[in-house]
């Protein structure tokens, strides 16, 4: 992946804000200046990781055959248009996260497969989408944006901090990255140049600069441009009427004089529309070039998220993955449907020859295969083309493989965007199938 520098045109400026611009074809807003000899870049390779805690159902997480004729278990239908693009990988592992065999041990270190220290102390490893942002964050306004669904759980659970079943993005061994589990204020850092709150809408805020661009760009990126802000917009009007109801996952009550902290019991939260805002808010940092790395945590491990949305409220999320229910399966489902959201949203934007989930790689997984604490093999789904890098459509086993830490495709994932590092984790060699 090139790096790109910053250019003027590649942003529209206001009063407090910048917003930066889609790919488009008639601007060089990557940076480059097109020649006859040399035309502009590409769009940039970026990485997502989505993070759902506690694993799947046992019996329905599986895939066989190839691109659009693949079988898939019950828990990813949801993904069964993007077949073709799917690599479905089986059999990678995390040495160290079968030493606690518990939740927090298991969770800490995925991005990093580094040792954790137990008693309480708070020590892994930086985490790839860190060490990313290290190499390429200068490129982009955002270095990473770290999102989450369920706020951090500071206890200690085990002889293990529950803080690493909370973060799966390290910026230091020391440091958990912070979460943002507040859909306003991450759609403040892509947009705004300070994170708080305001009246102004961001477009508003760059109404004038948008005017002055659309006489210097095509008649199929005018469209484009309309397009784009007006998903900007249906974004924040999405946030502010959640802010209105007082959704309690990520949401403070806006009422001037609650009369309790919570609904009471039977009163359901809208995770539903929390998990959406976020997708919404990744897809539009991908879009914008705002930034080129993202983890979405969509709960923690030891989840205690409810679901009243899918008519399952008798049990949090934890205690449901113990056991192989219809609900669990449901509840899998839902978590599965996001990322077939992020994925088709990604897919409709076209960049160039390619679209933005043809230059991404998605990756989706947990701490554990199920509910169980079965770590013994991690679950794993890639989606995306990494801008033309990886080809999907396919199954990849490792279980019988003696190499086959889940770092090595932490390094081949690094590869395609052109960090080759001598080892990452407990892995040496990157997966070469990837």
Same mark, same amino acid.
């Given at each position: 992946m090139s790096t790109h520098k910053f250019s003027r045109r590649t942003f529209l400026r206001g009063v407090g804000v910048t917003m930066a611009l889609p790919w488009m074809e008639s601007l060089t807003v990557w940076g480059d200046t097109p020649t006859v000899a040399k035309p502009a870049s590409e769009a940039p390779v970026r990485v997502a990781v989505v993070f759902a805690g506690n694993g799947f159902h046992s019996k329905e997480w599986w895939? =066989?055959?190839? =691109?659009?004729? !693949?079988?898939?278990?019950?828990?990813?239908?949801?993904?069964?248009?993007?077949?073709?693009? !799917? #690599?479905? @990988?089986?059999? #990678?592992?995390?040495?160290?996260?079968l030493k606690g065999n518990i939740h927090s041990s298991q969770t800490g270190n995925l991005l990093s497969g580094a040792p954790l220290a137990p008693g309480g102390e708070i020590r892994s490893g930086t985490s790839i989408d860190q060490l990313l942002a290290q190499r390429y964050g200068h490129s982009t306004k955002v270095p990473s944006l770290v999102l989450g669904c369920e706020k951090s759980n500071p206890a200690v659970h085990k002889n293990y901090s529950m803080l690493y079943s909370s973060h799966i993005s390290w910026t230091s061994p020391t440091t958990p990255t912070p979460l943002e589990i507040y859909p306003a204020l991450a759609f403040d850092r892509l947009f705004k140049d300070e994170v708080k709150r305001g009246d102004r809408s961001v477009l508003d805020a760059v109404?004038?600069?948008?005017?002055?661009?659309?006489?210097? @760009?095509?008649?199929?990126?005018?469209r484009k441009l309309d397009e784009y802000l007006d998903s900007v917009r249906d974004v924040e009007q999405r946030i502010e009427n959640a802010g209105r109801k007082g959704e309690l996952q990520g949401w403070r009550p806006t009422l001037t004089q609650p009369n309790i902290p919570r609904p009471a019991d039977g009163i359901p939260q809208d995770v539903a529309e929390h998990m959406r805002l976020m997708c919404d808010i990744m897809v539009l940092g991908f879009q914008t070039d705002t930034t080129r790395i993202c983890t979405l945590k969509l709960n923690n491990d030891h989840s205690s998220l409810r679901f009243p949305n899918l008519g399952v409220d008798y049990m949090i999320h934890h205690l449901l993955s113990h056991s192989d229910t219809a609900d669990w399966l449901k509840v899998n489902q839902f978590f599965l449907e996001q990322v077939a959201y992020i994925a088709r949203k990604l897919d409709a934007i076209q960049e160039g020859p390619r679209t933005a989930l043809g230059n991404t790689m998605l990756l989706f997984c947990s701490s554990m295969l199920t509910g169980n604490h079965d770590a013994s093999q991690?679950?794993?789904? !890639? #989606? *995306? *083309?990494? *801008? *033309? =890098? @990886?080809?999907?459509? =396919?199954v990849l086993d490792y279980k019988e493989k003696p190499e086959r830490q889940m770092c090595r495709l932490y390094l081949s994932m690094m590869e395609k965007m052109n960090v080759r590092l001598p080892k990452f984790g407990d892995a040496s060699m990157p997966l070469e199938e990837v």
């Open positions: 895939a =066989r055959g190839e =691109r659009k004729q !693949m079988e898939l278990g019950k828990v990813l239908t949801p993904l069964t248009d993007f077949r073709d693009k !799917m #690599l479905f @990988i089986r059999g #990678l592992y995390n040495e160290e996260a109404l004038n600069d948008a005017k002055d661009l659309r006489r210097h @760009i095509s008649v199929n990126d005018q991690l679950p794993v789904v !890639m #989606l *995306g *083309g990494a *801008g *033309g =890098r @990886i080809k999907g459509g =396919r």
